[in-house]
């Protein structure tokens, strides 16, 4: 954990301006985001709600319940 620490502070004590630190920073973090997107175990999205298909429909005039011709 030290050598980390200590790279860190030679990292921010280069002769960078500080818009090209932030980039750098940013960019790892993003490049963390799309990484942890493509690794994820979610492919086909989140599904808000319990689905179990208990499903109440009420309509005055039942037009599902009527057979097509």
């Known amino acids: 954990m030290k050598q980390v620490w200590e790279a860190l502070k030679d990292f921010f004590e280069r002769d960078w301006t500080p818009a090209e630190k ?4 940013l960019c ?3 490049l963390g985001m799309v990484k942890g997107f493509l ?3 979610i492919k ?11 499903v109440y429909y009420q309509a005055e005039d039942e037009y599902w319940l009527d057979d097509e011709d």
């Open 22 to 25: 932030i980039l750098v920073v």
């Open 28 to 30: 790892c973090i993003l």
């Open 39 to 41: 690794i994820s175990p």
């Open 44 to 54: 086909k999205g989140i599904s808000c709600g319990n689905n179990n298909a208990n």
